[in-house]
C-alpha cells in the first residue's frame, strides 16, 4: 500500500504571499490531521478533516485553514505568511475502524518564508 | 506546563547498549501512548503504541507505562548505529488529536 504523500516537498514564499500544499492520504484512510513542525515549539497540531469536515481545530490564528475532498485528499493553505510560519508542514492519515486510531505521517512539506 | 514533557538530549550512546527514553504527561485522563522515530528529513513513523498501564514489546523495543507516576518510556536493546534519530513520545486526547513530547535526539555511536 502506498504511505502518505505530500506535495510539494519544499517551497520556498516571499512574506504576504499565500501557499497551499497538499495531502494524499493512505487508500481507505478518512481522517487527515495537519501538524506543523518547528525546532522551537516542536509538532502542533494544526486540524483535522474526516468526510470533508474539519472535527478538530488546535489553536492556529485563521490565516491557516484547510479542506478535504470526497476522496479523501486534503489541502492547507496559509495566507498572508509570515516569517515565523517557516516549519515543516506535516500531514497524517488514519483509518479509524478500530482503536487506537492509529496516524501515519507523510514526509512532509518544508516551507522556508522569507 | 506542556501537556508532554520530553528530554531534548541529544543522548549519544556507543553500538550495542540499552537505550532509555523518557516521558511525562500531565492528563491522568490520557489512554493511548506511542512513540515515534523521526530520520532528518522525513515525517514520523509510528514505532509502537500502548494502551493504559504495562508494557509492549516489539523486537528490539520495548514501550513501558507507568499511569500512576505519569511516566511513559521507551527501551531499545542492543542499539544500532540505524537507530539514530529523534524519537518522540505522544498521547492522544479526548478528541483524537495527538500531543507529541518535543522529542530525544538520539545518536548511537558505531
Known amino acids: 500500500k502506498a504511505g502518505v504523500t505530500q506535495t510539494p516537498r519544499y517551497l520556498i514564499k516571499t512574506r504576504g504571499q499565500q501557499v497551499t500544499l497538499s495531502c494524499s492520504p493512505i487508500s481507505g484512510h478518512r481522517s487527515v490531521s495537519w501538524y506543523q513542525q518547528t525546532p522551537g515549539q516542536g509538532l502542533q497540531f494544526l486540524f483535522e478533516?474526516?468526510?470533508?469536515?474539519?472535527?478538530n481545530k488546535g489553536n492556529f490564528p485563521g490565516r491557516f485553514s484547510g479542506r478535504q475532498f470526497s476522496n479523501s485528499r486534503s489541502e492547507m493553505n496559509v495566507s498572508t505568511l509570515e516569517l515565523g510560519d517557516s516549519a515543516l508542514y506535516l500531514c497524517a492519515s488514519s483509518y479509524e475502524g478500530t482503536e487506537p486510531y492509529e496516524q501515519y505521517f507523510g514526509p512532509g512539506t518544508r516551507l522556508t518564508v522569507t | 506546563q506542556k501537556e508532554v514533557e520530553q528530554d531534548p538530549g541529544p543522548l549519544s550512546v556507543p553500538e550495542g547498549a540499552i537505550v532509555s527514553l523518557n516521558c511525562t504527561y500531565s492528563n491522568s485522563a490520557f489512554q493511548y501512548f506511542m512513540w515515534y522515530r523521526q530520520y532528518s528529513r522525513k515525517g514520523p513513523e509510528l514505532l509502537m503504541y500502548t494502551y493504559s498501564s504495562g508494557n509492549k514489546e516489539d523486537g528490539r523495543f520495548t514501550a513501558q507505562v507507568d499511569k500512576s507516576s505519569k511516566y511513559i518510556s521507551l527501551f531499545i536493546r542492543d542499539s544500532q548505529p540505524s537507530d539514530s534519530a529523534t524519537y518522540l513520545c505522544a498521547t492522544r486526547d479526548s478528541s483524537y488529536k495527538l500531543i507529541f513530547g518535543s522529542g530525544t535526539r538520539l545518536l548511537v555511536r558505531p
Open positions: 478533516y474526516f468526510s470533508e469536515t474539519q472535527r
